[in-house]
């Protein structure tokens, strides 16, 4: 952290920081620190990751808050991948589900075990034995699934060192209250120890999501925008020492600020929030169910069948990931899915001709060609028609 001693280096240095930035789409935290002394240009940091330049009669300096102090102490997965930015790019996804229930518990990244590589493995050195580790991990995302509920209330003294659904519906809330509360997975005495303690409010209503929530259901997407966004600000920073504290800093870091900044600003969600929810036609409700049934079989067939050739294995990763990818962007609208659709659907034709069989059951191959192929015509001819009419609109204005 560099010292400052003036307002000067600052505003300049703040000043092309906020000319080369571009408002970020999504943070989870809002962190900026105000002093009196240097009035100037301020850099407002929000919630939602954005940066502002508003005239007024403050400054943000950097400077020491409780809540970098105790962060500190608090090492672990569950702190980390909330704390810097480059693994906050990993983890928003599991924050990100505006319902609360079993399926967030296993929202997550396919670079989770990536995020959490190296805090398990000291305890190899220390002479802890393999199947021990195992069992903990195990037991630990157990634990985790459970508390991942709205239907469960207080559990009264279990809530004293146990993390409890309540408790855990506090720390996945957009609302001011809610942010950055009660990092634990399975203890919750953690929390009451470093500050980070805050237990649910019977007369305030918790928005679960983001605090600038991504309006958009396509899985791919989650995965990799948020990176542009952490690699777009990285490379708007003057130094190379910035660039390397926009990656490990917090999410809401800007140069001049401490590395987390000041909670007291934080933006304030309050219910009811609308969610984002585009309206989809039952049957196409249905075909998106149909296809995303057959992705993950797909990927069961994959494990249990073709997990010794490498050429077969790595095409069925690749269609795994666009049938993902386009069918959840069908939820959206997007106006190349009926195109992407179409071209999915024939390379699994052209797949099938090429392998001669999937399951190696006749009748099933059979009907996957069908129906693969009876796909491919529907939104080939969609997508031309779709993409005429837009022509012809454009033409008439």
């Known amino acids: 952290m560099r010292k400052v001693v003036g307002p000067g280096p600052l505003s300049v240095q703040k ?24 009035p100037s240009i ?20 950097p400077g020491p808050s409780q809540h970098h102090n105790i962060q500190q102490c608090r090492p672990g997965p569950q702190l980390y991948t909330r704390e810097l930015n480059i693994l906050w790019a990993v983890h928003q996804i599991h924050h990100s589900d ?64 146990f993390m409890t659904p309540s408790f855990h519906r506090v720390h996945h809330g957009a609302n001011k209250w809610c942010l ?23 007369n305030e209503e918790i928005v679960y999501g983001l605090t600038k929530q991504p309006q958009t259901h396509n899985a791919l997407w989650h995965e990799v925008y948020y990176f542009v966004e952490v690699y777009r600000k990285a490379r708007s920073m003057t130094t190379w020492g910035d660039s390397l504290k926009a990656l490990f800093y917090g999410p809401g870091w800007a140069p001049g600020l401490p590395r987390l900044g000041d909670p007291s600003t934080f933006i304030d969600v309050k219910a009811p929030r609308i969610k984002y929810n585009p309206r989809i036609s039952q049957g196409m409700l249905l075909y998106i ?14 494990v249990a069948k073709y997990m010794g050739s490498l050429g077969i294995m790595l095409s069925m990763l690749i269609f795994i990931f666009v049938s993902v990818g386009v069918l959840t962007a069908m939820f959206d609208g997007w106006v190349w899915a009926p195109l992407a659709e179409a071209v999915r659907c024939a390379a699994f034709v052209a ?17 996957l ?16 028609n779709d993409m005429i009419f837009r022509l012809s609109t454009k033409k008439m204005k």
């Open 289 to 302: 169910a149909s296809h995303m049934t057959l992705t993950f079989l797909a990927q069961q067939l994959m």
């Open 42 to 61: 301020s850099t407002e940091c929000r919630s939602d990751g954005a940066v502002t330049t508003t005239t007024c009669g403050h400054s943000a300096i």
């Open 98 to 161: 505006e319902d609360f229930n079993f399926a967030t518990a296993v929202r997550l990244s396919v670079l989770q075990r990536v995020a959490h590589f190296g805090f398990y493995h000291p305890l190899a050195l220390i002479g802890f034995p393999l199947p021990t580790v195992s069992v903990h991990i195990a037991f630990n995302y157990l634990f985790q699934f459970w508390v991942h509920t709205k239907y469960i209330g207080s559990l009264g003294p279990i809530g004293w060192v």
């Open 369 to 384: 060609l069908v129906y693969f192929t009876t796909s491919c015509l529907f939104w080939t001819t969609k997508g031309v």
């Open 351 to 367: 797949c099938y001709f090429s392998i001669t069989q999937i399951t190696a059951i006749p009748v099933v191959d059979t009907g």
């Open 15 to 38: 000043s092309l920081y906020q000319a080369r930035t571009k408002p970020t789409h999504l943070h989870h935290r809002l962190y900026c620190r105000q002093s009196s002394k240097y």
């Open 180 to 202: 950055d509360k009660n990092y634990g997975s399975v203890f919750v005495i953690w929390d009451r120890i470093f500050g980070t303690f805050e237990p649910e409010k019977d």
